[in-house]
């Protein structure tokens, strides 16, 4: 039984979290709080997350999920990596507009009280910047891109770019067009700055 | 009096917030600690800066200035964009490696709580933004790079990619190459991924 029960705490966690997160803020989404709106136990809340952004990072998986699914198909299907760039850029742009107090805790959630980034799993298979080196590895394999810098680097560099222009609309968003962000960015990032 | 004492007093504010960060943390480094090394009354205190952060930033602007001042020199030289950024980016991961702690603590400054950028003066012509925005417009009207990307989006792009790579030193100093960072994010943005 506690098996099968597992995965449906999960979810109610994560369900909570997210409904916090969207009406609410940061600092309202304690884990006393997901305990409370989820209904769950705090030995149930720690058997599954080890902390408050944990949650928030299975959230930002989960959300991604669609997204990294398409590129892969599109990646087994040869489409050139401008494509799959671009779909990327403008899926976490399109999600973030959507979902904008989510993607604030999200990103929020990766800095520590310093503003550092606070990695809790920079080694995930499930990380998105795994996912992104692992689509730039395969482009450099077939000769698409340049080889000199490490595809985790190409991912991390890519990342950014386009965090600058989240960043920049969290704080002012009537003075940043975030899908322009996203086209500009995946552009630079394959041609350069350079005539 | 006042007026000739008051970039001496200044000066004690910043000598005492530098030496406070390099010795402890950016948590140490408070508006009282500084107040009692550097022996300047509170009022004294904010008749010169309005808060923690407004001291580390001009920190970083006096840290920043020679590098300035030589990039502007190579402006008005015609030297390449490319020969400019290298040495822009080289001197901004020389001068972190020199000073980890008060690195740490400007990246630290320009974050609010939540991890967010909380940008003091984005448009103060002092910003380091606004100087890299400028080395590109030049560039720009030089014909050396493209247009269809605004200057100030240029510099925030590039600052992306080289504060990935802080981040990650930051975090990870045994895992990571600053120097090396610098050099493939100069390289990539010059340059983009493609072949």
């Known amino acids: 039984m506690i098996k099968t029960s597992r995965p449906k705490s999960r979810d109610l966690i994560m369900d909570a979290m997210e409904s916090i997160l969207n009406q609410d803020s940061f600092e309202v989404a304690?884990?006393?709080?997901?305990?409370?709106?989820?209904?769950?136990?705090?030995?149930?809340?720690?058997?599954?997350?080890?902390s408050k952004n944990a949650v928030i990072h299975a959230l930002a998986r989960r959300a991604a999920q669609p997204m990294v699914l398409r590129a892969r198909e599109r990646l087994s299907n040869d489409a050139p990596l401008s494509e799959i760039l671009t779909d990327i850029a403008q899926g976490i742009t399109d999600w973030n507009q959507?979902?904008?107090?989510?993607?604030?805790?999200?990103?929020?959630?990766?800095?520590?009280?310093?503003?550092?980034?606070?990695?809790?799993?920079?080694?995930?298979?499930?990380?998105?910047?795994?996912?992104l080196?692992?689509?730039?590895?395969?482009?450099?394999?077939?000769?698409?891109?340049?080889?000199?810098?490490?595809?985790?680097?190409?991912?991390?560099?890519?990342?950014g770019m386009l965090y600058?222009?989240?960043?920049?609309?969290?704080?002012?968003?009537?003075?940043?067009?975030?899908?322009?962000?996203?086209?500009?960015?995946?552009?630079l990032f394959l041609e350069g700055v350079k005539l």
């Not at 107090?101 to 980034?117: H, I, M, Q």
């Not at 730039?136 to 340049?146: A, P, V």
């Not at 810098?149 to 890519?158: K, Q, V």
């Not at 975030?178 to 960015?185: C, D, G, H, T």
Request: glycine residues 6%; proline residues 8%; without cysteine.
């Open 30 to 50: 304690t884990v006393d709080a997901v305990i409370e709106r989820s209904g769950v136990a705090r030995g149930t809340f720690y058997y599954n997350f080890p």
């Open 133 to 159: 080196s692992e689509v730039f590895l395969m482009s450099q394999q077939r000769g698409e891109i340049r080889e000199d810098i490490p595809a985790m680097n190409l991912s991390l560099m890519f990342t």
């Open 98 to 131: 959507q979902h904008p107090k989510l993607g604030r805790a999200v990103l929020s959630s990766t800095y520590d009280e310093r503003g550092v980034p606070a990695p809790s799993d920079p080694n995930s298979p499930e990380s998105f910047r795994n996912f």
């Open 164 to 187: 600058q222009g989240l960043f920049m609309w969290f704080v002012r968003p009537e003075a940043a067009n975030l899908s322009l962000w996203a086209e500009q960015s995946t552009s």
